[in-house]
C-alpha cells in the first residue's frame, strides 16, 4: 500500500491519508478484508504522529469503509461502492452492509443468498 502525501497542501494530512486510501479502495487495490498497516507503522512510514493516522483511521471506520478490530488490526469492510450507498441511506443500506459483513466472516455469495431467501420467506 502506498500513500503519497502533499505537504504543501492545504488539505490536513489526516484528510490526505483519509482520500488515498479510499481512492485505493476504490481503485480494487485494497479489497474487503485487506488488513491496514497498524498505525505506528504507517506514522512511521509516513513521518507523522501516531494520532494524526488515527485520526484518519477512525474517519475511515465511521464512514464505513474499514473496521478497527484492536489487537487484530484494521480491515477494509466495504467497497467504496457499497459504503457510498450506505452513507448515501439508499434503499438497501442495510442489506448491502449485512452482506459485506458476511463476506467479512468467511460466507461465499451462495451461502449469503440461501440466507436472505430464508429470511424472505419467513416473512
Not at 500500500?1 to 504543501?8: C, G, K, N, S
Not at 479502495?25 to 497498524?38: D, E, H, N, T
Not at 471506520?61 to 457499497?82: N, P, Y
Not at 449485512?98 to 461465499?108: E, K
Request: proline share 7%.
Amino acid at each position: 500500500m502506498e500513500i503519497r502525501l502533499d505537504p504543501t497542501s492545504k488539505t490536513p494530512p489526516y484528510e490526505q491519508i483519509k482520500g488515498e486510501i479510499i481512492g485505493l479502495i476504490a481503485s480494487g487495490q485494497l479489497p474487503v478484508q485487506y488488513r491496514l498497516p497498524p498505525i505506528r507503522q504507517l506514522a512511521g512510514d509516513l513521518g507523522l504522529a501516531a494520532n494524526t493516522v488515527a485520526r484518519a483511521y477512525r474517519e475511515l471506520e465511521v464512514d464505513g469503509f474499514v473496521r478497527s478490530r484492536g489487537r487484530s488490526g484494521t480491515v477494509v469492510i466495504r467497497t467504496a461502492l457499497s459504503a457510498a450507498a450506505a452513507s448515501a441511506d439508499a434503499p438497501g443500506d442495510a442489506l448491502v452492509r449485512a452482506v459485506d459483513d458476511a463476506r467479512l466472516n468467511g460466507l461465499d455469495g451462495p451461502t449469503i443468498l440461501a440466507l436472505v431467501s430464508r429470511a424472505i420467506a419467513r416473512t
